[in-house]
């Protein structure tokens, strides 16, 4: 199985079990805020993956263009006006704006309904950036640990 795949399995088993820890502490009002503060912000990262990713995509290809055309080279200056419009890029799209809208769209929701909690929308946030961190973590060492594995030279 793919990465990918058993990624996915543990990411929801790891929510599955937070969210009946959430229901028997806060009864089905925490599960809705545990939920709501775990897959908004869930949003908000995979959002900003995505962009940085195609954002450095976008860099190599252009870098790799600079480097077969070494003829064309600017000066540097102290203010470079090319990392102002990367940043207004990396924070302006249009799947992370969006992502932001669901977050604060969704807590408002809650709000104006009167049925926010904080400790578990909180603890949903808590446990979405741990649990993606954490396999981030266990997912590179996964494929640190298979090149090692391909690399060494069988003795005879």
């Known amino acids: 199985m793919s990465c990918k795949y058993s990624c996915f399995l543990v990411f929801l088993f ?5 969210a009946i820890l959430c229901v028997i502490f806060w009864e089905i009002i925490g599960l809705l805020n545990f939920e709501v503060g775990f897959f908004s912000f869930f949003l908000v990262l995979y959002s900003t993956y ?17 480097a077969q055309d070494p003829e064309e080279k600017k000066p540097k200056t102290k203010f470079n006006f090319s990392n102002l419009i990367l940043g207004l890029e990396l924070s302006m799209g249009f799947f992370r704006i969006f992502a932001y809208i669901i977050l604060i769209g969704t807590l408002i929701l809650l709000i104006n309904k009167n049925i926010f909690m904080i400790i578990p929308y909180i603890i949903g946030i808590g446990v979405c950036l741990s649990s ?5 973590y266990l997912s590179e060492a996964a494929n640190n640990t298979q090149n090692q594995n391909k690399t060494k030279i069988p003795s005879k």
């Open 14 to 18: 790891i929510n599955i079990i937070s």
């Open 132 to 136: 993606v961190t954490g396999l981030k």
């Open 50 to 66: 995505v962009s940085l990713k195609r954002k450095i995509k976008k860099e190599l290809a252009q870098a790799s263009a600079q």
